[in-house]
């Protein structure tokens, strides 16, 4: 009675495992592009959306923010603009964790050159206040490395890292 048991039980854990399927490839099973609540800005005004977490300190002592012990990453997510006839910079509109009150606007500009890259391309916000402004390597059309006042790269550890990644709808 065992062995037959025991092969009625084998034949059954088999048939099931065989009937096992992970979830079907159908289009309502693919993620959505965004998690946000609100659609992203796009089109021809749009240059970009980015964003990412990064550690606090730093970005805050750039900013000439006080430091807070509490303080120990911030979130950003950037909208580049760029005027429609010539596809030049105009503003960038950011959102983030470092000053909840109000999201900083202003303009942005591309420069050249990082201390180990000079034809890097670099995207300055604030060009016309150098003693805050933020400089951003662009890794690709998709990743912004945010760099330090020097325009070195910055080092982040395994939790946080300075990079801002482009996200659509």
């Given at each position: 009675m065992?062995?037959t048991?025991s092969?009625?039980?084998l034949?059954?854990?088999?048939?099931?495992?065989?009937?096992?399927?992970?979830?079907?490839?159908?289009?309502?099973?693919?993620?959505?592009?965004?998690?946000?609540?609100?659609?992203?800005?796009?089109?021809?005004l749009?240059?970009?959306?980015?964003?990412?977490?990064?550690?606090?300190?730093?970005?805050?002592?750039?900013?000439?923010y006080?430091?807070?012990?509490?303080c120990?990453?911030?979130?950003?997510?950037?909208?580049?603009?760029?005027?429609?006839?010539?596809?030049?910079?105009t503003?960038?509109?950011?959102?983030?964790?470092?000053?909840?009150?109000?999201?900083r606007?202003?303009?942005?500009?591309?420069?050249?050159?990082?201390?180990?890259?000079?034809e890097?391309i670099?995207y300055?916000?604030?060009?016309?206040k150098?003693?805050v402004?933020?400089?951003?390597l662009?890794?690709?059309?998709?990743?912004?490395?945010?760099l330090?006042?020097?325009?070195?790269?910055?080092?982040?550890?395994?939790?946080?890292?300075?990079?801002?990644?482009r996200?659509?709808?």
């Amino acid at each position: 009675m065992k062995p037959t048991l025991s092969f009625l039980l084998l034949g059954f854990f088999f048939t099931l495992a065989n009937s096992i399927h992970a979830q079907e490839a159908r289009l309502a099973n693919v993620p959505s592009k965004s998690n946000s609540r609100k659609p992203i800005a796009s089109g021809p005004l749009v240059v970009g959306v980015f964003a990412g977490r990064f550690p606090c300190s730093e970005i805050a002592k750039d900013w000439k923010y006080p430091e807070r012990p509490e303080c120990t990453k911030v979130k950003w997510a950037i909208t580049f603009f760029q005027d429609s006839v010539t596809h030049q910079p105009t503003t960038y509109h950011l959102l983030g964790t470092l000053n909840r009150q109000a999201a900083r606007e202003g303009k942005w500009s591309i420069v050249k050159g990082t201390k180990t890259e000079p034809e890097a391309i670099v995207y300055q916000l604030d060009p016309d206040k150098p003693d805050v402004s933020v400089y951003l390597l662009k890794g690709d059309d998709n990743v912004l490395f945010i760099l330090d006042q020097q325009r070195k790269m910055r080092v982040g550890d395994d939790y946080l890292s300075y990079t801002l990644n482009r996200i659509v709808n």
